[in-house]
Nanobody, 126 residues
Framework: QVQPVESGGGSVQAGRSLRLSCEVP????????MGWFRQGSGKEREFVAA????????YYADSVKGRFTASRDNAKNTVYLQMNSLKPEDTAVYYC???????????????????WGQGTQVTVSS
């Protein structure tokens, strides 16, 4: 059972930055695309960002494009989400997820992802 573990959430003021991390203790981590999703209170889970298995391609939701950056360090079995210029509407629980199959490109399609972390809370105050 693959269990991603997110960290790095917290409470910040609007305009500040946070970096989320997601560690996947799985030796084949480097073969899988990863996704970041979020769910605000009373809202449905939505796609935020994704990164291909190699890190060579990324995909972002329009709402975060230009502010968030996904990256990965396969030597550390970790993916990151750098979040800059945070807004109150970015407040949510952020989840990372592992693609079901290896060697695929980044995708916003939630059905492509299998193992999910437990999430980390991000709160942005105005």
């Amino acid at each position: 059972q693959v269990q991603p573990v997110e960290s790095g959430g917290g409470s910040v003021q609007a305009g500040r930055s946070l970096r989320l991390s997601c560690e996947v203790p799985e030796r084949t981590f480097s073969s899988y695309a990863m996704g970041w999703f979020r769910q605000g209170s009373g809202k449905e889970r939505e796609f935020v960002a994704a990164i291909s298995w190699s890190g060579g391609s990324t995909y972002y939701a329009d709402s975060v494009k230009g502010r968030f950056t996904a990256s990965r360090d396969n030597a550390k079995n970790t993916v990151y989400l750098q979040m800059n210029s945070l807004k109150p509407e970015d407040t949510a629980v952020y989840y990372c997820a592992v693609d079901k199959l290896p060697y695929r490109s980044a995708t916003p399609r939630v059905e492509r992802y299998d193992y999910w972390g437990q999430g980390t809370q991000v709160t942005v105050s105005s």
